[in-house]
């Protein structure tokens, strides 16, 4: 159930025509519990009057890193050490690079850079703003630091341009918050192993041989393992995901044999190993240089099986495996989840839409020893959450 009764919110609020928006937030928040504090850019309040924030929060809105209304404290320290939860919103592209930048030259990004709480932002921008290069930097070093993101729908935008770049809406913004400050600390304590992406056999040297993998599920569910308090041992082949979080340890990967040697490397110390990765099943003889024939011949040699290994030796650890099918989804899923020694096998049918390669969303049936549970199409982050909670259930 979303509370936040007694929780301290750190609203912050940056120069964007979408700060109107904020008002419903702080509003949502105040009549959930929540004690909430706005700090706003100096341009911000040519959009909205730090008036209305005050009126609507009941606390003094603080603009002025200078401002010696108050009771003497270093405010942007003390806000920043009461707050459970800070949200940014809107997060323009000037207090992001900021943010990105760890500058801090007013008194919301001297704030933001003190806080030790989690951090939600609000990007709010042109489209072509958004889109470029250096924003797209910014973003994914602010999601490495554990900072998250939560984009609006495309749309029509104030500029009159149509795309990407609206503020998401309060109700979404106010669950956001919701979702941060009652997260889950139920894998605290514990180390999990996933593995994620493709893996590849080279054919040549501008050749390989791989499948259509593109790591989003399993980096779904080391980023929810992570919130849940987990230490995220990251082991991933080719994927598409650019921002790892500082505080996992990483692995990268090319071949199978590479990917295996990772698992058995980092296995003694986990507690949970999910493999959501999908390894190349078979290997080939690499050719020295480059294939110029007109015909091509290639043999083709069994791979090793990374999740019958961690199947053979998991002792007291818990085994999750993934099985992508195309026909006799349950059976195959059964006999999988038997041979590989799991405790658990996610079925997907990767010919139904919405899941399968290389999409955010998913449909799977969490198969045990005990039972079967059918879910319908969700985010992967959604559908990862889902699978701890299966997992730590069984």
Request: aromatic fraction near 6%.
């Amino acid at each position: 159930m979303n509370t936040l009764v007694g929780k301290t919110i750190l609203v912050g609020v940056s120069g964007g025509i979408a700060a109107y928006k904020t008002c419903t937030l702080v509003s949502r928040l105040v009549q959930s519990g929540a004690v909430v504090h706005v700090a706003m850019t100096k341009n911000a309040t040519e959009f909205v009057s730090p008036l209305t924030f005050e009126t609507l929060s009941h606390n003094r809105v603080v603009v002025d890193t200078f401002d010696r209304n108050f009771v003497w404290e270093v405010e942007h320290v003390a806000l920043a050490k009461k707050a459970d939860c800070a949200i940014v919103a809107p997060a323009t592209a000037n207090v992001i690079a900021k943010l990105a930048c760890g500058i801090s030259d007013d008194f919301l990004s001297t704030t933001l850079l003190a806080c030790t709480c989690p951090i939600i932002i609000a990007p709010a921008m042109n489209t072509a703003m958004l889109g470029n290069v250096a924003t797209k930097r910014n973003l994914d070093t602010l999601s490495a630091r554990g900072i998250v993101s939560v984009y609006g729908d495309s749309g029509y935008l104030a500029c009159g341009d149509m795309g990407s770049g609206r503020m998401a809406e309060p109700e979404t913004l106010y669950n956001a918050v919701c979702d941060t400050v009652n997260a889950k600390r139920d894998l605290q304590g514990k180390t999990v192993l996933v593995t994620s992406g493709a893996t590849r056999t080279d054919i040549d040297p501008v050749r390989f041989l791989s499948n259509r993998s593109s790591g989003k599920m399993g980096y779904a569910l080391a980023c929810a393992a992570s919130k849940r308090g987990a230490s995220v041992v990251y082991v991933k082949g080719h994927t598409v995901d650019t921002a790892l979080s500082n505080d996992w340890n990483t692995v990268n990967v090319h071949t199978t044999e590479q990917m295996l040697q990772a698992v058995k490397d980092n296995f003694a110390r986990c507690d949970i190993a999910v493999m959501a990765a999908a390894p190349c099943d078979y290997n080939v003889t690499a050719q020295e240089n480059k294939i110029k024939s007109d015909k091509l011949t290639v043999e083709f040699s069994k791979a090793p099986d990374i999740a019958a290994w961690a199947g053979k030796n998991k002792g007291g650890r818990k085994l999750v495996v993934f099985a992508a099918e195309t026909e006799n989804f349950k059976a195959n899923a059964l006999k999988k989840l038997k041979a590989k020694n799991a405790d658990m096998v996610v079925l997907n049918d990767v010919t139904a839409k919405g899941a399968g390669f290389d999409v955010d969303t998913n449909i799977a049936t969490l198969i045990t020893g005990s039972d079967v549970t059918e879910l319908s199409l969700m985010s992967k982050l959604e559908l990862a959450n889902v699978i701890w909670d299966k997992i730590l259930s069984v």
